[in-house]
């Protein structure tokens, strides 16, 4: 599993990522000056701040009542000028340096490799120069949290480079750090804006230090004038740390220059090789959990059996069938997971950890009406549960922001998150319109539900998810209102305001408009959040009070509606229109991540299959992520060709060299990565849970959206709700065998076209499933 290459990059879209969950880095390959672009989690710009307008909710029942008076147009603007956040842009994620290699004489090469290798989570570059081999390895270390390059050649005392740290903050210098490194310190500041939605800040703000050091083998190293200076060296091992200092969104009061100094000591004066093993062996023991093969071997083969570079496979994929691609394309999300979200981190937001932009294109935040939550589909199922633990934490900083903004806007108890939010935690509505969405936080807090669903830990629903699922709940109860006589659902609990991200309908009278109320989205969410509440309070043995007040909502709440095209509705009216080509598919929610929509509710399954069929229909093909989302809605509707022919569009329509996900004129976005690798996972096995009188059943099914495309294959270590773990292997489109492992020791029914059968066996051991037994 390598991303392969034979030319260097010259653009950052042809740049390969590395990470350690915190440190970011870019390495282009580049042979006389090489340049790699470093990121630090915590580097945003601002500082602690409190988004909030105290006085915003003297209007909310105004807005409420214009919307039932269908003045909606009059309701938008008053929520825009008296209820949006204090600024109404958030803060923006900042590239932190850039680590610059200068090789004199390297410019005319022979025999050029680039490659990153997912296995090992290493970047190499090789070439000859002057009839010498020049070979860099390059990792993101966790256990070290330094970033490591290694520099050798095929003779001694050849290796020449002068090494040294930029960085696009004015107020940044660098110094010499005794005779073989280097500092560089800086602050961020004041920012004029606002730009790509994102707002301007007055004042200082945090404090960051990078530094580099040097370890040579032979030679000679000399910091002078803020480079390092190496001569005549045999192999150089230079190492850079980078630190902020952020304490935690209410604290900038860190010593960036005391987490550097610790970060050197775990790698000062140790070999490079057991900086290397420690490396592979932290990463290894979370990425090699899964394998997957799609098609047979040879896929990825040129002319001659040489192996063709992968940019080269990514220009053909539309003529030529190539599986290989679509098996490196899954691990790539898991890698790209594994570098970007790590327990204790900050959670991988629009980009990752991977940024060279000051003003990146939506700041590069955390948006919470879809993007956040896709980086964290494939969790999960890839078998990657900590590296879910940093959504979990910035969860648990929103309740308390969130709480503040619930009672101010709208006088209700538990926690609200709205469509963005930042280092600073923002909880308020910001941006336009699409700001206008609270639902945030009854979105997030599902992702706590599907951890302990897929490792049903009594200890973690009682002692993190429940309570945060709880304060999500009080929230949506209190926001729930009454719709008056004359209205539609007349007597019903709806969501006032409400909107279906980031979608636009045409009423009657065909008048554009995003406010509304009872947006399906708002109701499938809300249903899933009490339902997996009343589920939880069961199993835990909880509040009788508080489940008698969620049986009194659900009771009131709006049903999921059908159109005149038999469509699943997106709106409370029949607004669908058959030319809507929008990205978002807010109402299929309830499909895909959520399992309200499924072959045992007929009606609204085919809905959503003709709603998915008329979404697309004013298009030629979908990409980014919104065609990621459509593998798994696809997969879950059975459809495993059109699953696969979403994935196609998103390598030839939106991925980059790299294969990191980029639609142009836009920015790179990596949620496209993980939802197509958890909509590939979807389409290969699905399992769902259901709960009868405190006791949880669980179902398994193989193989249920199998395109033609892939007709042999195998998979191992995907993990399935229920505590398991799945192996399988299928030729010619149809099973061979399966084994699954119970971590759990739960029963379940593990389903293969029309063959079920029921399995139980103790945590540890396994069942193997004969889909033809004699």
């Not at 539309?318 to 790209?336: I, K, N, V, W």
């Not at 995003?514 to 989205?521: N, R, V």
């Not at 993990?719 to 029963?747: H, K, N, Q, Y």
């Amino acid at each position: 599993m390598k991303l392969e290459y034979d030319s260097p990059g010259t653009a950052w879209k042809e740049a390969l990522p590395l990470g350690n969950g915190r440190l970011g880095a870019m390495v282009f390959g580049a042979t006389e000056t090489e340049r790699i672009q470093i990121n630090e989690e915590t580097l945003w710009s601002g500082a602690p701040h409190d988004y909030n307008r105290p006085d915003a909710g003297h209007y909310l029942q105004e807005v409420r009542s214009l919307i039932f008076g269908d003045r909606i147009e009059e309701a938008e603007q008053l929520f825009l000028e008296r209820m949006m956040g204090e600024p109404v842009h958030l803060q923006a994620y900042l590239p932190f340096c850039e680590l610059n290699l200068a090789f004199s004489g390297h410019r005319e090469v022979t025999r050029y490799r680039r490659e990153l290798d997912l296995r090992r989570a290493v970047a190499t570059v090789s070439y000859e120069a002057d009839g010498c081999e020049y070979t860099r390895e390059i990792f993101c270390s966790r256990p070290s949290g330094c970033l490591v390059i290694r520099l050798s050649c095929g003779e001694r005392g050849r290796i020449a480079v002068d090494a040294s740290l930029s960085s696009v903050h004015p107020d940044a210098s660098v110094q010499a750090d005794g005779s073989r490194a280097i500092r560089l310190a800086g602050r961020t500041g004041t920012r004029k804006g606002p730009r790509n939605w994102s707002g301007s800040w007055e004042g200082p703000g945090l404090r960051f230090e990078g530094k580099l050091a040097a370890f040579c083998e032979g030679g000679s190293c000399a910091a002078l004038d803020g480079v390092l200076r190496i001569a005549e060296a045999s192999a150089v091992t230079l190492v850079f740390s980078g630190a902020t200092s952020f304490v935690n969104y209410r604290d900038i009061g860190g010593d960036p220059s005391e987490s550097n100094d610790r970060y050197m000591a775990r790698v000062s004066e140790r070999p490079y090789r057991e900086l290397l093993d420690e490396h592979v062996e932290d990463y290894k023991a979370l990425y090699e959990r899964v394998s997957i093969r799609l098609g047979g071997a040879g896929a990825d083969e040129g002319t001659g059996g040489k192996r063709r570079p992968t940019d080269r496979r990514i220009l053909a994929i539309r003529e030529t069938e190539d599986p290989s691609l679509a098996a490196l394309y899954f691990q790539f999300g898991r890698y790209l997971l594994i570098a970007s979200s790590r327990p204790g981190d900050q959670p991988a937001n629009l980009q990752g950890i991977w940024n060279e932009e000051e003003w990146p294109e939506w700041g590069s935040k955390w948006t919470t009406n879809i993007n956040v939550q896709m980086n964290y589909w494939p969790a999960e199922v890839g078998n990657l549960p900590e590296c879910h633990l940093p959504l979990f934490d910035l969860i648990d900083d929103l309740r308390v922001t969130g709480a503040r903004t619930a009672e101010l806007y709208y006088g209700a108890r538990g926690f609200v998150v709205h469509h963005n939010t930042d280092l600073w935690r923002a909880a308020a509505p910001v941006d336009i319109h699409a700001g206008i969405w609270p639902m945030g936080g009854a979105w997030l807090v599902q992702h706590l539900w599907d951890h302990f669903e897929y490792n049903p830990d009594l200890d973690f629903l009682r002692e993190r998810a429940y309570p945060a699922m709880t304060e999500a709940a009080r929230f949506v109860m209190d926001f729930l209102v009454e719709a008056p006589e004359g209205v539609k659902f007349a007597g019903l609990l709806v969501t006032n305001p409400s909107y279906s991200p980031e979608n636009a309908y045409r009423d009657g009278r065909d008048r554009r408009r995003h406010l509304t109320i009872a947006s399906t989205m708002d109701l499938q969410l809300i249903r899933d959040l009490l339902e997996r509440c009343l589920i939880a309070s069961e199993l835990l043995g909880e509040n009788s009070a508080f489940e008698h007040e969620i049986r009194q909502v659900l009771d009131r709440i709006p049903p999921m509606q059908i159109g005149r095209f038999g469509q699943l509705q997106e709106w409370p009216e029949d607004w669908d229109r058959p030319e809507d080509s929008n990205g978002h598919v807010s109402h299929l929610y309830g499909l895909y991540p959520g399992n309200q929509i499924a072959e045992d509710t007929p009606e609204t399954f085919e809905g959503a299959r003709k709603s998915l069929e008329l979404r697309h229909r004013s298009k030629e093909r979908s990409v980014a992520w919104p065609a990621a989302w459509r593998i798994a809605l696809h997969a879950r509707l059975r459809d495993g060709e059109r699953a696969s022919k979403r994935l196609v569009d998103i390598l030839a329509g939106s991925t980059n060299p790299n294969l990191l996900n980029q639609h142009e004129p836009f920015p790179m976005q990596i949620d496209a990565n993980f939802g197509a690798t958890a909509g590939m996972a979807e389409m290969l096995l699905q399992s769902r849970s259901r709960y009868r009188n405190g006791k949880a059943e669980y179902e398994i099914e193989l193989l249920p959206a199998l395109p033609e495309l892939w007709p042999e294959g195998s998979v191992s270590g995907f993990r399935a709700r229920g505590g398991f773990e799945v192996g399988m292997t299928w030729a010619d489109g149809s099973l061979i065998g399966a084994e699954i492992r119970s971590l759990c020791g739960m029963p379940c029914t593990l389903r293969y076209g029309k063959r079920s059968v029921r399995c139980a066996v103790q945590a540890g051991e396994s069942f193997r499933f004969d889909p033809f037994p004699r």
